[in-house]
């Protein structure tokens, strides 16, 4: 475990924590006067490996192979020449620092770190961090790279779980849950049930993988929510025909993929940020990442009964609690985090993929995303 500590002076800033991987949605912004929850886990940091923060520059003053070096392979509107590094820590893990009130900016209900770093050190008044908090933003406090430094605070490393560990917690991420708004049409907020952020953002990054393991054929994914979150995508960005590829769901406590699997969808280690490797026949397919969470739920669903159980319990039935609700509206995956992705796989280079990018406006038009 480590904790974080002023560059400047040496002060403490963070409790003790433990690093993970960084979360598919960090720098999603969904919806629309929504609150949004804490990113991190209460003790976890993770890092942001790519530059990120002001200064920006456009697409138009980039030299294509700078931006290949960088590994974006088509156009974004814009490339940060921060520093890379920064860290993500829960808004209440950070210890030691104040508000710096100039820079404490936001859109409506809270601070969206636009001004840069909105914390300082409380001993020396260095600028170390920024806390994001307002509505449509995921909670999170940012240290900056080159403000902090990391320091063990003991001589041993956690061992991470392995996947079997990670297996048995059952640990899913629910595909529903309720969203809560600021200001509803009656006194307080209001809130509905909706699909999960994080899945719709999952699935933005995945579905990119998909269109880039699909080599421009058709794909089809297993029944069930894999093909509810994926299919109707899949279906209108990919052209028609009889030589599909195929994908299926992987990972530990599966059984094994045939050699027939073209795509295996599979999970990333939480804490690691391993993608699984399927050994045997199927250890060529084309591996699509999810966040454990996520694969999880969809490749061990937990079962529902169709109505409440009455009398003694039945065998195997833990619970006779009714379903969540479920949304009205039909999957939407995350624009953003799709965008985000697809431009950083070399595939991306192909005219067809390219002609998806260029038309995205079609498919949020038709409420693919």
Known sequence: MFVFVCAGCGAELTAPLS???????????????????????????????????????????????????????????????????????????????????EKCGGYCCGLDGADGPNLGCEVCG???????????????????????????????????????????????????????????????????????????????????????????????????????VFQRALDALLPTGPSARRAVLAGPGLPAPDAGADILLVPVHPQTGQTWAQPGPAAAAYPVPLPFGVWLSLAFPKPYLPLPASGVMPDGVLRDDPPAPRPYGLFRADLTVFQHTLVRLPAVRSQWLREIIENLTRATHIRLF
């Open 126 to 228: 260095l600028p170390v961090a920024t806390r994001i908090d307002d509505c449509s933003l995921w909670q999170a406090v940012w240290l900056a790279p080159g403000a902090v430094c990391h320091r063990p605070v003991d001589d041993t490393d956690a061992t991470p779980l392995s996947w079997a560990e990670l297996t048995a917690e059952r640990r899913g991420t629910p595909p529903f849950e309720p969203i809560t708004a600021w200001g509803g049409p009656k006194l307080g907020s209001h809130h509905w049930w909706s699909w999960s952020p994080r899945w719709e953002a999952a699935a933005g990054r995945a579905l990119a993988h998909l269109l880039a393991a699909s080599e421009g054929r058709p794909v089809t994914v297993p029944d069930g929510l894999t093909e509810e």
């Open 19 to 101: 690093q993970v991987t960084l979360p598919v949605h960090a720098h999603q912004k969904y919806g629309n006067g929504i609150q949004l929850p804490v990113l991190m886990e209460s003790g976890t940091f993770a890092v942001e490996l790519e530059p990120s923060g002001p200064p920006w520059r456009r697409w138009e003053e980039i030299d294509p192979d700078e931006a290949a070096a960088r590994g974006i392979y088509a156009p974004v509107y814009a490339l940060s020449d921060g520093a890379p590094g920064a860290i993500v820590i829960a808004p209440g893990d950070t210890r030691g620092t104040v508000p710096i009130l």
